[in-house]
């Protein structure tokens, strides 16, 4: 007879900034929990793993991006990918969360019963030597998805007409070969985002030159690299009060700045225009390079430290090209105005590719869920889905703002319910509440591409996205649990509200239906055979996990 799936009374999927918040505040808050951490790769950190170009970096700065609990030390303002995945790693071993973590197992379904109170979670494992992944199985009580927001196996590239004929190099920042030599090359970085901004004086350093290739301006702003103040403060108030005070003083900046862009978009987009004239040679064509159509905030700021972009462009090392793409020729890009752009490498920092909630199938029920169809609960859990928590951070501030938040809630949650012998719970929705809208109201063009896949927010409490840590800190760290719409119950007890009768109103249990909330799962196998999960490994200095399997 087959063995009992693994059981943990929290499931994180992912250990990347989220999911390590994420055990961090199940252990140190609520240490009698038994959860476990699956990650899909073969390695921690996500983001900060997986990106790896010249001079990846945060543009956050570490007062906020860092976490609430773990102070940031260092003298930088803004961070490398290097140094983040460092204090991930510190994180992780701090809190003995290595033997919570497991490599290389990827969550591909989810499926809630009622009936049992639990999820039980279908996971592909990679054996570690390179043999196909097998199918596992786990059950918990509660989900918690802490899977980023977009694919992992590709970015977003457009359409390169002619990029055949292409005799050079063309490379996705999010897959940087580690050789790529890009020494003595001329490069064009097609794209005006944070990541364009990034490379583009990071490449200048040893390259031929760089062009920055882009179709619109962003919004670029020069920040100092370093903060004198919160050194300062280390010194005397030790890392932990600093930390505290430098973050609280960097929300309330971050908050006033974002207050102001919104209420008054026209004087500050004439500020950033002034500053940016400043930092550029005299009679630079400032607003066709660096004057976007829309308002400040519409989009991501793009901070660069100690304006090395604008340094590079002064120097003459770097230049940006204002165009549309005709064509890729063999030896480089020629514009719709004609000019061309002779390249031996070009990188295309055009973007990600959305994904909502690691491409996991969920299931309630037997009904797949659409989520399209769902409302985003306090930002954090959906709708009729129950016992079910995802971590989407904040367009407009650090993500880590919202993850320290997130986490506190759960752990409140979670404690609410074993006080009151809860099972389960779930944010039921009123087929009556009003208009819904997208659950990002963000204008970035990878958002906008993906979003209608997401699920949808609605416009008032507590089925809004505030994108406020105010409003946030408001709700969920100092608002109740039990708010009058989270419904609880016990296992065997019915759930409430009719749920299971609703459901079938909401939740389309359509087969092509379920797979527009699927994503393709790379390294899937329809060969996968089904055991247990169990075993961990996750020391980040080693890149194998090991997994054993119990085959049914
Ligand atoms: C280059 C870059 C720079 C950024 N800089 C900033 C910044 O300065 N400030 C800021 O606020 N934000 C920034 N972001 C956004 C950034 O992604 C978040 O800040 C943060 O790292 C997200 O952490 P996360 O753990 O939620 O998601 P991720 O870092 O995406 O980690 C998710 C993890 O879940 C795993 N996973 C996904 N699906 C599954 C599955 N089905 N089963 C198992 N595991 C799964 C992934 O493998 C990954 O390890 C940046 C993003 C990029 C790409």
Known sequence: ?????????????????SGIAAGRYLRTRLPAKRFAILEARRAIGGTWDLFRYPGVRSDSDLATYAYAFKPWTRERTLASGEEILGYLRETVAEHGLERDIRLGHRVVRAAWSSADARWTVEVEVEPGDGGPPRRGRMTCGFLFCASGYYRYDEGHRPDL???????????????????????????????????????????AERAAHVTMLQRSPSYVLSIPSRDPIAARLRRLLGDRRAHALVRRRSIWQQSQVYRLSRRHPRLVRRVLR??????????????????????????????????????????????????????????????????????????????????AFGGIELVVDGAPVRLPDTLAYKGLMLSDVPSFAFMIGYTNAS??????????????????????GHDACVAPRDRRDGPTRPLLDFQAG????????????????????????????????????DDGT????????????????DRSTILAPSASSSASARSPSPGSTSTARTADVSTVTANPSRSASRAVFRTQ
């Not at 660096?290 to 604008?310: A, E, K, M, N």
């Open 1 to 17: 007879m087959a063995a009992a799936p693994e059981h943990v009374d929290v499931l994180i999927v992912g250990a990347g900034l």
């Open 274 to 355: 002034a500053l940016a004239r400043r930092e550029l040679p005299p009679g630079y064509d400032v607003d066709t390079h660096f004057r976007p159509s829309y308002d400040p905030w519409d989009q991501r700021l793009c901070l660069v430290p100690d304006g090395d972009l604008f340094r590079a462009i002064r120097e003459g090392r770097a230049s940006v090209v204002t165009d549309r793409i005709a064509t890729f020729t063999a030896s480089g890009v020629r514009l719709a105005s004609g000019a061309e752009l002779p390249a031996d490498l070009v990188v295309t920092a055009t973007g990600l590719n959305l994904l």
């Open 446 to 481: 990878y958002v906008l591409r993906s979003l209608h896949r997401f699920p949808r927010q609605g416009d008032g409490p507590p089925w809004r996205l505030p994108m406020s840590h105010r409003e946030d800190v408001a709700v969920l760290r100092d608002g109740p649990v």
């Open 161 to 203: 007409p002619g990029a055949e004929r292409f005799a050079g190099t063309i490379v996705h920042p999010q897959h940087w070969p580690a050789d790529l030599e890009w020494a003595g090359r001329r490069i064009v970085v097609i794209g005006s985002g944070a990541t364009a901004v990034t490379l583009v004086p990071a490449l």
């Open 399 to 420: 993500w880590t703002l919202k993850v320290d938040l997130v986490c506190g809630f759960l752990c409140r949650l979670l404690a609410h319910m074993d006080a009151h």
């Open 486 to 501: 989270l419904r609880f119950w016990r296992r065997g007890e019915a759930p409430p509200g009719g749920q299971a009768a």
